[in-house]
């Protein structure tokens, strides 16, 4: 399944630049699910999206979302339901482990007494996507998933979520606990105390599976990012700091969204101005991002994509009111027709193969003329104050600005010490000297 993470800056429009991709796609013939977890009243006035209420469905046989409502032809859309996923989870999970509760006097927590704790929309928006691509298009139908994400620090600390946890899982749970499971009925009688019940290490590798599998989607080609920022000094640093967090991460970014652009050449002084600066900040965009990357500019509509009116009606760089074509893709009259404007210029995802994306991190062969190999990791937008550089064993750690990424080193590095890095044209150059204790005799 194509999937499109929408993210950005704070304010500049993450929800409706979603809504236009998902409408976009729709247009084209495919069949596009958006999701969103946002918890204020946009969703319901942009597409008729209802606040989600708690399902009466068990757990295992329910989705994280509401029901999808269908916004225009070709496109549903639905809210994760973050605190109902919650409750399920937790509930079944006192199920799984009531042996350790008993063991330890506790009294289980009833589902109607449960509230959603600081974090619970990041697993949620996790198991949402694992959820839509589990149905699949033979199953729900769904060709193109848009995933409404928070602001673009909050979506790589998600994105980041899985290969970290199931590192924690590795660490607490290790491979020999196989081995502490035989051993389990014996230490239980010379203890005098029952062990942890069975259900509690099957949980373990339940969750490994899970995050396993939501971070092989997450690292899949057909998975792909779209930034979206209002052109402007503040929202420039901002976008530097989410690039460079992406990137540490491996994710491809296939589209800049400028949104809320105003016309240019206005007679009045002070749009004028505004204006101005928007262009200077959208020409730099260009300069960091194109070719590479494509900037889309999507125009101030002049009022609220919710708003009544002409659904063709915009206002772009250099005109003043611009036709255009709806194309029937909205319910005339529905919530999505505001849409219909910026659906164009938002432009739908394009085709992309679902496997493993290709390995970002490369390693240069130096040894002849240098005596070193270079690990050449690329993250655009990091900043040389900001970034740390840590070997631990057989991994590196690096630290990019608020962001932090442990690494296994690949099997000939882990024979090398690192002699030196330096931040060049956008990547992070670490240089590793062979290891004489270590390295092969002769090579």
């Given amino acids: 399944m194509r999937t499109v993470l929408v993210t950005g800056t704070g304010g500049a429009g993450r929800t409706t630049v979603a809504a236009a991709t998902a409408l976009a796609a729709a247009r084209e013939g495919r069949r596009a699910l958006l999701l969103t977890a946002d918890r204020d009243g946009t969703p319901e006035a942009l597409l008729g999206i209802p606040a989600p209420r708690p399902a009466a469905a068990p757990a295992v046989r329910r989705l994280p979302w509401s029901p999808p409502v269908e916004a225009a032809p070709g496109l549903w859309?639905?809210?994760v339901a973050a605190d109902d996923w919650f409750r399920g989870e937790l509930t079944a999970l006192q199920e799984r482990g009531h042996g350790a509760l008993d063991m330890l006097g506790a009294a289980p927590l009833d589902p109607e007494e449960l509230t959603g704790l600081p974090g619970t929309e990041a697993f949620a928006l996790l198991r949402a996507l694992r959820a839509a691509h589990d149905a699949g298009p033979a199953v729900a139908g769904w060709d193109v998933l848009v995933v409404d994400m928070p602001p673009a620090p909050d979506t790589v600390a998600v994105l980041a979520l899985p290969e970290q946890l199931r590192r924690y899982l590795r660490r607490l749970l290790p491979a020999e606990r196989q081995a502490a499971r035989a051993l389990r009925p014996m230490l239980a009688q010379l203890a005098g105390v029952p062990m942890p019940a069975q259900k509690l290490y099957e949980t373990a590798e339940r969750w490994e599976r899970e995050l396993a599998a939501v971070q092989a989607l997450i690292e899949s080609e057909a998975t792909t990012v779209r930034l979206v920022v209002e052109p402007g000094p503040l929202a420039d640093r901002a976008l530097r700091t989410?690039?460079?967090?992406?990137?540490?991460y491996g994710c491809r970014v296939e589209a800049v969204v400028a949104n809320r652009l105003l016309p240019t050449g206005a007679a009045d002084p002070w749009l004028a101005a505004l204006s101005g600066r928007q262009q200077a900040a959208l020409k730099?965009?260009?300069?960091?991002?194109?070719?590479?990357?494509?900037?889309?500019?999507?125009?101030?509509?002049?009022?609220?994509?919710?708003?009544?009116?002409?659904?063709g009606e915009a206002v772009g760089p250099g005109e003043t009111g611009v036709p255009v074509e709806a194309g029937g893709a909205a319910h005339d009259g529905g919530p999505a027709t505001g849409l219909a404007a910026l659906a164009g210029p938002a432009g739908a995802p394009g085709p992309r193969?679902?496997?493993?994306?290709?390995?970002?991190?490369?390693?240069?062969?130096?040894?002849?003329?240098e005596g070193v190999l270079v690990w050449r990791l690329p993250l655009p937008g990091a900043d040389r104050d900001t970034l740390g550089l840590v070997r631990r064993g057989d991994e590196l750690i690096i630290t990019v600005g608020p962001f932090h990424r442990v690494l296994p080193l690949p099997s000939a590095l882990r024979r090398c010490t690192v002699s030196g890095a330096g931040l060049r044209d956008g990547s992070l150059h670490v240089r590793f000297a062979p290891d004489p204790e270590l390295w092969p005799r002769g090579l």
């Fill in 284 to 311: 730099e965009l260009h300069g960091e991002w194109a070719p590479e990357v494509p900037v889309r500019e999507l125009p101030h509509l002049g009022r609220d994509p919710i708003e009544a009116g002409d659904p």
């Fill in 242 to 248: 989410a690039r460079a967090g992406l990137a540490l």
């Fill in 353 to 369: 193969p679902d496997r493993p994306a290709a390995e970002p991190w490369t390693v240069e062969d130096r040894l002849a003329d």
């Fill in 77 to 79: 859309a639905a809210r």
